[in-house]
T-cell receptor, first 112, second 116 residues
Framework: GQQVMQIPQYQHVQEGEDFTTYCNSSTTLSNIQWYKQRPGGHPVFLIQLVKSGEVKKQKRLTFQFGEAKKNSSLHITATQTTDVGTYFCAAKTYNQGGKLIFGQGTELSVKP | DGGITQSPKYLFRKEGQNVTLSCEQNLNHDAMYWYRQDPGQGLRLIYYSQIVNDFQKGDIAEGYSVSREKKESFPLTVTSAQKNPTAFYLC???????????????FGPGTRLTVL
């Protein structure tokens, strides 16, 4: 079925370093959402991107949606230990009805 | 206090037994979902329901069954036909569904099922 590829699978950074995770699809997406799952927890919604080329910011987090609506990225500036967790992108396509297709997730660890 | 609840948090069953996982929401959401999470594989959709008395198979429905008799409830049964049932199961809900709906999904705390 339709897949959304997310890389990298793991990222280990020193506190204060930047972090980026990427999602790519072979087909055009209706919209893309980003979720964060803390260790031992459940996914929590962060943001949604709908428009081509859209950029949204939440404090140190910057989310982008590609011009062709086939890729997206999440960038964290100056990571903190509170950023630890797994970040998932989740996308809707125009031919999959109401289903969200989740990427495999990027597990971020931050060394103080 | 609105939210989505799953019970129990941990569940142990013997191989060959069916087990039902509970999911309840008081958010008045039309759509509900069941996902399975395994290490390194993200979330995989088992079943979803866009409205009461209707549900659709997701990507890995084999060995599972659901019902949606009430808007608030979407229980998942893991049957003995599921070959590898040990996993973390997450239930979610959203206001509506559809490819052009822009609703976030709210997740419950999950049930960790271990089949011995």
């Amino acid at each position: 079925g339709q897949q959304v590829m997310q890389i990298p699978q793991y990222q280990h950074v020193q506190e204060g370093e930047d972090f980026t995770t990427y999602c790519n699809s072979s087909t055009t997406l209706s919209n893309i959402q980003w979720y964060k799952q803390r260790p031992g927890g459940h996914p929590v919604f962060l943001i949604q991107l709908v428009k081509s080329g859209e950029v949204k910011k939440q404090k140190r987090l910057t989310f982008q949606f590609g011009e062709a609506k086939k890729n997206s990225s999440l960038h964290i500036t100056a990571t903190q230990t509170t950023d630890v967790g797994t970040y998932f992108c989740a996308a809707k396509t125009y031919n999959q009805g109401g289903k969200l297709i989740f990427g495999q997730g990027t597990e971020l660890s931050v060394k103080p | 206090d609105g939210g989505i609840t799953q019970s129990p948090k941990y569940l142990f069953r013997k191989e060959g037994q069916n087990v039902t996982l509970s999911c309840e929401q008081n958010l008045n959401h039309d759509a509900m979902y069941w996902y399975r999470q395994d290490p390194g594989q993200g979330l995989r959709l088992i079943y979803y329901s866009q409205i009461v008395n209707d549900f659709q198979k997701g990507d890995i429905a084999e060995g599972y069954s659901v019902s949606r008799e009430k808007k608030e409830s979407f229980p998942l049964t893991v049957t003995s036909a599921q070959k590898n049932p040990t996993a973390f199961y997450l239930c979610a809900s959203s206001v509506t569904s559809g490819s052009h709906s822009y609703n976030e999904q709210f997740f419950g705390p999950g049930t960790r099922l271990t089949v011995l």
